[in-house]
């Protein structure tokens, strides 16, 4: 009876399920930590509202780079999109949709869809490129997406919307209109409306989607795709289909994080979404590893938390920071590191199960 209660209990619970469940677990332990920590007054409130979006960014960006295995740049544009989208849309129902609960996950969502669709429009054409030559096409596509919305001026009223590429005189606005966009200065007004809470429970949907996509049916096609093109092809999967499905939903999750980002802060200004976050986001796929999303979190965490612990020695922040970077890139990328963690994490396991099994004997 036993052994048919441990077997039913493997079953139910697979290997990625436990993985996953894992992964929640960490995030809603990290959540409680920082929560004490940010009441301690040990880290600011402006660190906690760039941290999530930051994980939500690298564990998008992970499912293009990590499952899909195509080298993006441009996933800071996807931010951008969706971070002026959504601002944009809080400002203009600020006085109609007045309860938060309702207008804030609206945002997010509006934010994300404009994002996927700006993915989509890229994603036909640059998906037909690889290697080097995608990667340059993104990331000019990002600079594209940043430099358009810094000459953009947007208002409105009684006549409608006025839009102008040049200078805001353009604009014309009655003198009881109201200005969203003011070009290179961006966005001001922008309502508070993101906490580390609603971040939180973000970031735990963001891993919900990422690994049922990754054990669904499309990312085992996609993971196919990944590992050979033309045995992929053979078989009759669609190439262009599920390239295009992988992108889009990494534009989508990147939407949300930029969401997020510019519901943090009162003023959004485009010259922060360039190819340095794009980079920067690069940074943490490829250290936590790349296809790893549970990693892809915990570099974020610790590469964005460990600036802020160093600040008290400011002369060698840089420095240990760099040492770091240069330990966790050995240790994620060398083949007897890799090995020694899993000989002794696998020795670790069977003597824990061994000692289950002499205490249900």
């Given at each position: 009876?036993?052994?048919?209660?441990?077997?039913?209990?493997?079953?139910?619970f697979?290997p990625?399920?436990?993985?996953?469940?894992?992964?929640?677990?960490?995030?809603?332990?990290?959540?409680?930590?920082?929560?004490?920590?940010?009441?301690?007054?040990?880290?600011?409130?402006?660190?906690?509202?760039?941290?999530?979006?930051?994980?939500?960014?690298?564990?998008?960006?992970?499912?293009?780079?990590?499952?899909l295995?195509?080298?993006?740049?441009?996933?800071?544009?996807?931010?951008?999109?969706?971070?002026?989208?959504?601002?944009?849309f809080?400002?203009?129902?600020?006085?109609?949709?007045?309860n938060?609960?309702?207008?804030?996950p609206?945002?997010?969502?509006?934010?994300?869809?404009?994002?996927?669709?700006?993915?989509?429009?890229?994603?036909?054409?640059?998906?037909?490129?690889?290697?080097?030559?995608?990667?340059?096409?993104t990331?000019?596509?990002?600079?594209?997406?940043?430099?358009?919305?810094?000459?953009?001026?947007?208002?409105?009223?009684?006549?409608?919307?006025h839009?102008?590429?040049?200078?805001?005189?353009?604009?014309?606005?009655?003198?009881?209109?109201?200005?969203?966009?003011?070009?290179?200065?961006?966005?001001?007004?922008?309502?508070?409306?993101?906490?580390?809470?609603?971040?939180?429970?973000?970031?735990?949907?963001?891993?919900?989607?990422?690994?049922?996509?990754?054990?669904?049916?499309?990312?085992?096609?996609?993971?196919?795709?990944?590992?050979?093109?033309?045995?992929?092809?053979?078989?009759?999967?669609?190439?262009?289909?599920?390239?295009?499905?992988?992108?889009?939903?990494?534009?989508?999750?990147?939407?949300?994080?930029?969401?997020?980002?510019?519901?943090?802060?009162?003023?959004?200004?485009?010259?922060?979404?360039?190819?340095?976050?794009?980079?920067?986001?690069?940074?943490?796929?490829?250290?936590?590893?790349?296809?790893?999303?549970?990693?892809?979190?915990?570099?974020?965490?610790?590469?964005?938390?460990?600036?802020?612990?160093?600040?008290?020695?400011?002369?060698?922040?840089?420095?240990?920071?760099?040492?770091?970077?240069?330990?966790?890139?050995?240790?994620?990328s060398?083949?007897?590191?890799?090995?020694?963690?899993?000989?002794?994490t696998?020795?670790?396991?069977?003597?824990?199960?061994?000692?289950?099994?002499?205490?249900?004997?």
């Amino acid at each position: 009876m036993k052994k048919e209660g441990a077997s039913a209990k493997t079953k139910f619970f697979k290997p990625q399920t436990r993985k996953s469940f894992i992964t929640y677990a960490m995030v809603i332990v990290a959540f409680v930590v920082m929560q004490i920590l940010s009441s301690g007054g040990y880290i600011s409130s402006m660190l906690t509202g760039l941290l999530v979006p930051l994980c939500v960014y690298a564990v998008s960006l992970n499912l293009t780079v990590g499952i899909l295995g195509e080298l993006s740049l441009g996933q800071a544009g996807f931010m951008c999109v969706g971070a002026y989208t959504s601002a944009i849309f809080s400002i203009v129902t600020s006085e109609t949709i007045e309860n938060v609960w309702i207008r804030f996950p609206l945002a997010i969502l509006i934010g994300g869809i404009v994002a996927a669709l700006f993915g989509i429009l890229i994603g036909i054409p640059v998906l037909r490129l690889k290697g080097d030559y995608l990667a340059i096409v993104t990331l000019a596509f990002g600079e594209i997406i940043k430099n358009v919305f810094a000459a953009l001026y947007l208002g409105y009223d009684s006549k409608g919307v006025h839009v102008s590429l040049k200078s805001l005189s353009n604009l014309n606005l009655e003198p009881d209109g109201k200005l969203i966009l003011n070009g290179p200065q961006g966005i001001s007004g922008t309502p508070n409306d993101s906490t580390f809470i609603i971040g939180a429970v973000m970031l735990l949907i963001t891993l919900i989607i990422a690994y049922n996509f990754v054990y669904s049916r499309t990312g085992r096609a996609v993971m196919a795709i990944r590992d050979n093109v033309i045995a992929a092809e053979s078989v009759g999967l669609n190439i262009t289909k599920y390239k295009l499905i992988t992108f889009a939903l990494t534009a989508f999750l990147a939407g949300c994080a930029g969401a997020l980002y510019s519901h943090n802060f009162y003023t959004l200004q485009a010259s922060k979404f360039d190819y340095n976050l794009s980079i920067l986001i690069l940074v943490f796929v490829v250290l936590g590893g790349i296809g790893n999303i549970r990693g892809s979190v915990i570099a974020a965490i610790v590469l964005v938390l460990l600036p802020e612990m160093l600040r008290s020695i400011n002369s060698y922040r840089m420095l240990i920071y760099s040492i770091v970077l240069i330990a966790m890139m050995i240790v994620t990328s060398n083949e007897k590191t890799k090995t020694f963690i899993s000989t002794n994490t696998a020795k670790f396991k069977a003597l824990f199960k061994r000692e289950k099994v002499k205490e249900a004997e």
